[in-house]
């Protein structure tokens, strides 16, 4: 357990070489301290809400033909869980995208309150409807239009994670601020 996030980091794998599993967890390891403290305080405190010790990151890997995707959100025994399944290539680990933006969205998934928490859901849908942050993603990648809350929330919470201070920000003022609120609510 990595004991800084309190997360569970399990590599699951019969044919997977000690090799493999040691550099699936530092890579997982490495990721995860690259983030920033403030991250882990929201964790905890989300963890402390659930009255759970600990929560599990899973890691299968798949062989590179793989159709199932890379990151599979989910709940076991009513607690928020993550599965991410990369491609095993030869010698190479493919994350199916940088690892930093990918363990940020574990993460943004796990706090995300429950759908039954009306004011916080409902927050969210103004802020992503003033800044028409569907419409704006989605002309970028179409897959967006038809994204849920939850999925805008994860993107937009891995972003801010990585580049609070990018310069895209202003263009989604409502989505910012209600990002930066969350975060200081929890901290």
Known sequence: MLGESRLNVYV??????????E???????TGLRSL?????????????ALGVTSL???????PASSPHPVLSLGRIESRPAVKLMPRLVVDKIDWGQALRPLLAKAIAYVIAPDQACDDFWRRWR????????????????????DETDLG??????AAYTLR?????????????????????AAG
């Open 12 to 21: 699951l794998g019969s044919n997977l070489s000690p090799r493999q599993r």
């Open 56 to 62: 599990p990151l899973i890691i299968q890997p798949q």
């Open 152 to 157: 805008l929330l994860i993107e937009m919470f």
């Open 164 to 184: 609070p201070a990018h310069r895209r920000w202003s263009e989604l003022p409502r989505v910012q601020a209600f990002v930066e609120q969350w975060r200081a």
């Open 126 to 145: 103004d802020a992503v409807r003033d800044d028409r942050l569907r419409e704006k993603a989605s002309a970028i990648a179409g897959e967006y239009e």
């Open 36 to 48: 920033p403290a403030w991250v882990f305080d929201f964790l905890r405190e989300r963890m402390d």
């Open 23 to 29: 550099r699936i967890q530092a890579q997982v390891q």
